[in-house]
Every structure is written in structure tokens, then in C-alpha cells.
């Protein structure tokens, strides 16, 4: 038995939304305040949920038109051909969410662990470390078990997520000052967006991960793109009323990157025990993302290997649950690598946007152009608004924000994205996949 389709529009909406905010928020909001100097820092929200909802149109189409597992993996091999440069595409997709998902969800676990040490001091490297592992055992655990209990799930994680956010808010409102909103018309200029939407793009990625859940999503040509539009418009919504909350609180002139900012406002507002709740409660926010963010890569190698271009025992689905708990495994222990590697939440975060851009973001933006400009597509059961507008608006700023990253993240990306060639290349030789597939077996051994 393959996968099932038992995911609705609720619960599709439930697990992007969850996937989207996780700990981010909390974690980099206090870092864009700091990035944009003064009020006018919720543009990098604003402009956030512009380019995710110009992303989500790509999304939209290709999810509806290719609803099965993997998602970015799936579409970049029908845009691109499944002999010719979807192959190659498609194992740079793979080849890159082997690193980057490990680092999506050793980022959540060591960004819980900062949070915790609002709690209980953790003194040393080596125990802020322990407290990320138990994480990454704890989501990989909680997982194990079948689609439909993980749907009922996701619905109650959001409601804590959706509760915390607006706890925030609400404390903005009852105990804030909002004479900072006057200064707005005169702080709208554009110092420190790049640096900010680092963060605020961070924060809000997620939106699509109903699509890597595709071949478990009933009625996926209305619920993918329903769902994420849905959760960005949620999500987004939140962030600017959270920020603005923040603002009447906390002025943007106290604002240090990482800082606890949801923990700081309770606590000025309610007292320190209701913050200590606080921060209960957004330990309990990244345990609901890992838990999604995990769930949808789980998905992604699994597809690659039904279809023979990643290791089969991949393929694999649990005798009984019927998921790729392999899969699962497998994310699990190489984000504890990572997690056991690398030291702060910094260099992690770093790496993550500028491994995705080129391949993901970009690669299947342009692939959907190309696509419909070969006159294919006419049947997608979904169109984007106003096309081809939102397709270019979204490759334009992927393309501006990967050429503002760091120099060492966008070194990191570049290294990884090179070493893929160079895998797919003698991967490729060896089985005769595109651009070798003419080559007998006989040539191959008299070029070695």
C-alpha cells in the first residue's frame, strides 16, 4: 500500500502554518529591529509576505498540477524532463535537502535551546548540545506513526502557535505605548532591508510544505494552493500585528539581534511568571515546526527513491504506518551531525536561504516559465494571478537576496552546489543517465 490521501484544507493549512513560524519569529525579530534602525522595520515583514506570496503562485500551480510526494523534487523533474535536465536538477534538489533540511532542523532545535535558557541556565557548549539532541529525538519519535493521527496533531500545535502569537499582541495592546506609530510616514526608507528580510524570509518560509505532502493531500488541486495562500495571509498577518506589539513595548532602540523578545514583553507587560509561561509556550511553538518542518522532508528522499534516483531503501514505507520512516531516520541523525558540529545559531541560519535559491526557488520558477512558454500547462488545474508577473516579481528578489548574503554563506552555497555537479556527473556515468545515457556499459569500461 502507497501513501493515502487523508490530509484536508484545514489540516493542510494547520501544518504550512506551523512549519512557517516555529521559533523564528521569536528568535529574529529583535534582529530585524536591530537590521532597519527604527519603526519602519515591519516593511521587512510586509516585503516578506509579498515575495512569498508572489513564491506561493509557483507553488500553487505546480502542486496542483503534480500532487505527489517530494515536492520540489517532483516539479523540477516534469519541468525540465525526467531523461534530460530534471535529472540533473532534480538530484541537486535532493543533494541539497540533504544539507539544508539537516540544518532547517538543527537551526529549530539549538534556537530551542537558547529559549530555554531563559528558564534554566545551561553553562557550557557541550549541555546547550544534549538539550538539541533530545529535541531532534523527541520530533523524530512524536513522527512515527501514521498521516492521518499527524493531521489531527498539526490542528492542535497550531491553536498553541496561533495562542502565543497573539498573546504577544495582546500584551502590545494592553501595556504598550503606540506613540511610535507617528514616526512611520517619516521612517519608510529602505536602510537594512536586505540584512533584515535575511530574517524576516527565515521566519516566514514554510508556506509550501503542504506541497512536499502532495501524494497525502485530498482534493490537492483546491487544497494546495487554498492552503498556502491561506497560511501566508495568517502568518504574515501575525508577524505585522507582532512587531508592531513588540514596537509598543520594546523600542527599537534596545533591540539586539537574538535577544528572548516574546520572554522581554510579557514580562514588562504581565510580570516574570507569566513570561516564564511565555517561554514555555514558545518552546512548545519550535517543537510544533521541527514537527512539521520534519514531516514534509521526510517525504522528499522518499520520492527520489521510488523512482530509482536515490538509494533505494529510501523507498521504504513502515510495514504497518505506511510512512518513509527510513527517511525519517535518516533526517534525524544528520541533523544531530549538525547539531553536534556546529557551535551557535549564526553560521547554521546562514546557510540555509542560500543553499535553497539557486536550485529550488529560482530553478522552478524559471522551469514554469519555460514550461508555459513551450505551450504546456494549458490543463493546470490552477493559474497564477496576473501571469507571468508574480513568477519574475519572485525570481527578481530570490536573486537580490542570495547576492546579499554573508561571503561565507554564499561560498557554502556555491561549494555544495559544485560538489552536486560533481556527484551527479560520476553518479550519472555509471547508471547512463542524461547526458550519458548512449554509452554502453562496454565504453564505459574502456574509459575507466
Not at 498540477?65 to 523534487?73: K, L, Q, R, V
Not at 546547550?128 to 498539526?154: D, F, N, P, T
Not at 500585528?241 to 513595548?249: C, I, P, T
Request: glycine fraction near 8%; aromatic fraction near 12%; charged fraction near 10%.
Amino acid at each position: 500500500m502507497g501513501l493515502q490521501r487523508r490530509l484536508g484544507l484545514w489540516q493542510a493549512t494547520a501544518l504550512n502554518a506551523i512549519d512557517m513560524v516555529g521559533i523564528g519569529p521569536f528568535i529574529v525579530m529583535s534582529s530585524v529591529m536591530a537590521a532597519m534602525q527604527g519603526p519602519h522595520c515591519v516593511l521587512a515583514w510586509i516585503a516578506g509576505a509579498l515575495l512569498a506570496t508572489a513564491d506561493a503562485m509557483v507553488w500553487a500551480e505546480l502542486g496542483a498540477a503534480f500532487p505527489y510526494a517530494g515536492g520540489s523534487y517532483a516539479y523540477l523533474r516534469q519541468l525540465y524532463g525526467p531523461n534530460r535536465w530534471g535529472q540533473l536538477m532534480s538530484f541537486l534538489f535532493i543533494w541539497q535537502t540533504v544539507f539544508q533540511s539537516s540544518f532547517v532542523v538543527a537551526s529549530g532545535a539549538i534556537g530551542f535551546t537558547n529559549y530555554v535558557q531563559y528558564l534554566v541556565p545551561l553553562y557550557n557548549v557541550w549541555q546547550r548540545k544534549a538539550v538539541a539532541l533530545v529535541v531532534v529525538v523527541l520530533i523524530a519519535s512524536a513522527l512515527y506513526r501514521r498521516i492521518e493521527v499527524i493531521g489531527r496533531v498539526s490542528l492542535v500545535l497550531a491553536v498553541v502557535v496561533i495562542g502565543t502569537l497573539g498573546w504577544v499582541i495582546v500584551a502590545g495592546i494592553v501595556g504598550g505605548d503606540w506613540t511610535f506609530l507617528a514616526q512611520l510616514p517619516a521612517e519608510f526608507r529602505l536602510d537594512g532591508l536586505s540584512e533584515a528580510m535575511q530574517s524576516s524570509v527565515y521566519a516566514i518560509l514554510g508556506y509550501y510544505n503542504v506541497c512536499h505532502l502532495g501524494a497525502e493531500v485530498r482534493k490537492p488541486e483546491r487544497t494546495i494552493p487554498q492552503s498556502m495562500f491561506a497560511s501566508i495571509a495568517i502568518v504574515a498577518s501575525l508577524y505585522v500585528a507582532m512587531q508592531l506589539a513588540v514596537l509598543s513595548v520594546v523600542p527599537w532602540q534596545q533591540a539586539r539581534p537574538d535577544q528572548f523578545i516574546a520572554s522581554i514583553v510579557i514580562e514588562r507587560v504581565f510580570g516574570p511568571k507569566a513570561a516564564a509561561i511565555a517561554t514555555v509556550l514558545v518552546l512548545v511553538v519550535a517543537l510544533s515546526s521541527l514537527y512539521s518542518v520534519v514531516l514534509g522532508y521526510s517525504r522528499i528522499p522518499y520520492a527520489a527513491a521510488v523512482d530509482g534516483n536515490f538509494f533505494r531503501v529510501f523507498a521504504r514505507l513502515h510495514p504497518r504506518k505506511h510512512f518513509p520512516h527510513i527517511s525519517l531516520i535518516a533526517i534525524a541523525v544528520l541533523s544531530a551531525l549538525v547539531v553536534i558540529l556546529f557551535d551557535g545559531l549564526r553560521i547554521v541560519v546562514a546557510s540555509i536561504l542560500t543553499l535553497r535559491i539557486i536550485v529550488q526557488f529560482v530553478g522552478q520558477a524559471v522551469g514554469l516559465l519555460l514550461f508555459h512558454a513551450q505551450g504546456q500547462g494549458k490543463t493546470f488545474p490552477f493559474r497564477m494571478w496576473l501571469y507571468p508577473i508574480p513568477a519574475v516579481v519572485a525570481i527578481g528578489i530570490w536573486l537580490w537576496l542570495f547576492a546579499s548574503r554573508p561571503a561565507q554563506a554564499i561560498v557554502n552555497g556555491v561549494v555544495v552546489l559544485c560538489a552536486g555537479i560533481v556527484t551527479y556527473v560520476v553518479v550519472a556515468r555509471r547508471n547512463r543517465w542524461f547526458p550519458f545515457e548512449h554509452l554502453s556499459r562496454s565504453s564505459l569500461r574502456r574509459q575507466e
